[in-house]
């Protein structure tokens, strides 16, 4: 059983940056394809980042050019580097892994609170 748990949360104002981490158990991680999601209240659990075992990545409309995943393979870690924050971008951030477009093969952990305000 994998186990992710997320960190790096936190309350940010407008324009500031974040850096979430996500480690994962298990020897599946260099196998898999690695995603951040986030559920605002209110709304579904959306895709907003993914990278696959090789390192490609592809991003939701709304955070291109703000946000970066990327993964260290030698610490069964993923990281997102959120910049640019919007009020908007408040939700819940969890991560997830799979062999997919959208990696969500494994349970869901707490997750992370991200606050954008000021």
């Known amino acids: 059983q994998v186990q992710l748990v997320e960190s790096g949360g936190g309350l940010v104002q407008p324009g500031g940056s974040l850096r979430l981490s996500c480690a994962a158990s298990?020897?599946?991680?260099?196998?898999?394809?690695m995603g951040w999601y986030r559920r605002a209240p209110g709304n579904q659990r959306e895709l907003v980042a993914a990278i696959t075992s090789g390192g490609s990545t592809n991003y939701a409309d709304s955070v291109k050019g703000r946000f970066t995943i990327s993964r260290d393979n030698a610490k069964n870690t993923v990281y997102l580097q959120m910049n640019s924050l919007k009020p908007e971008d408040t939700a819940v951030y969890y991560c997830?892994?799979?062999?997919?477009?959208?990696?969500?093969?494994?349970?869901w952990g707490q997750g992370t609170q991200v606050t954008v305000s000021s």
């Open positions: 298990g020897s599946i991680f260099r196998s898999a394809a």
């Open positions: 997830n892994y799979g062999w997919s477009r959208e990696p969500n093969f494994g349970s």
